[in-house]
């Protein structure tokens, strides 16, 4: 896949030429996940590599990975404010951040129209400061989380709501957070939407 990114880089199609190094980079962050996955509960997570980092920009990339993913019924919004700073390792974020995008993504995929054509999917990525804590939002107003997955959400294995899931993304996420001193909380699922909460203190 790397080597036909690579001679797509060199297209003369603007289209291609546009969406080529965003291929590259998800190559890249693809191969990364599957390595972390490989080696999940064989060994631990790296200890995070933080860094003060402005959380929209950040954002953004996440999105751009994501659109890439979504059917055009699925609209992507970023209203992180622009000076909110995060004290982070980027990459382990952007490994959080991208799963839950996905999640939603993918329950908005899957919703099925029971009366009438159904309405445009939504994913919102907000996030805001309390004194020395970070909180960052995302919510979709897909059909909500099956009850029967709830308890044991960032249980690994146990959490793949759809099928060929592994139940990984959630549990990996979740740790990643939580070497930050943070947490991931489901502040809500029903069948208006779902919203998670990403809570990063900064380092002391």
Partial sequence: AHVISDRLAMAEDPTVKRFAPKLIISLDRAIGFLTETLKFGRAEEPPPMRERLAL????????????????????????????????????QLNRVLTNLLRNAIQALEGQVAEDGP?????????AWREGTVVVVEVRDNGPGIPER??????????????????GLGLAI????????????????????????????????
Avoid: W
């Avoid at 159904?118 to 907000?126: A, K, T």
């Avoid at 991931?184 to 998670?196: M, S």
């Fill in 149 to 166: 997955v709830r308890p044991r959400l960032f249980e690994a294995f146990q959490s793949a709501a759809k099928p060929g899931g592994v």
């Fill in 173 to 204: 996420a979740a740790e990643l957070i939580r070497a930050h001193g943070g947490e991931i909380r489901l502040n809500g699922t029903g069948p208006q939407g779902t919203v998670f909460h990403v809570v990063v203190p900064d380092a002391v």
């Fill in 56 to 91: 929209k920009g950040l954002a953004d990339e996440v999105i751009d990975a994501a659109v890439l993913q979504a059917s055009s019924r699925v609209v992507l919004f970023n209203h992180v404010p622009p000076a909110l700073e995060i004290d982070a390792d980027p990459d």
């Fill in 118 to 126: 159904l309405p445009d999917g939504r994913v919102i990525v907000s």
